[in-house]
Structures are given as C-alpha cells and as structure tokens.
C-alpha cells in the first residue's frame, strides 16, 4: 500500500469513529449525526487535511465540532 491510500483509510476509520461518538454523545442517530458531519466545515478542514486537524483524536475532534458548529446543532 502507499501513503496515499494508508491516508485515506485512516480518513475513513476516523470519520466513522468520529460520527459514532458524535451520535453517542448527543443521542442523534447515526444517520442524523452523519448527516450533521458531513454538512461541516470540520469536515471539509478534514477532507483537506488543513493544518493536520486530521491527526486528532476522534473526542477531540466532536469537542470542536459541538464548540464551533454550534449552528447546526439548533
């Protein structure tokens, strides 16, 4: 394998490990808290691998998000 696609997986892993605690913390559904993911911008910085956000700790990671895309939650 190369690191382009070692990246990626690990990409994958951390977004489902990320969408499962974000539906476990706020008692949403998978699909709601999938839905509410993808439609962010912390996504998108994790997509992009923007200033290595991406190396996070999945906690970590939906700390931010319920602190700053506190508009998608209401």
Do not use: P, W
């Amino acid at each position: 394998m190369n690191e382009e696609i070692l990246e990626r997986v690990y990409q994958e892993n951390l977004e489902e490990r990320l969408i499962e605690h974000l539906a476990k913390t706020c008692g949403f559904s998978y699909e709601k808290a999938m839905d509410l993911y993808y439609t962010s911008k912390l996504s998108d910085k994790i997509y992009l691998g923007k200033d290595g956000i991406q190396y996070l700790d999945y906690k970590v990671l939906v700390q931010i998000f319920l602190e700053t895309e506190k508009e998608l939650l209401e």
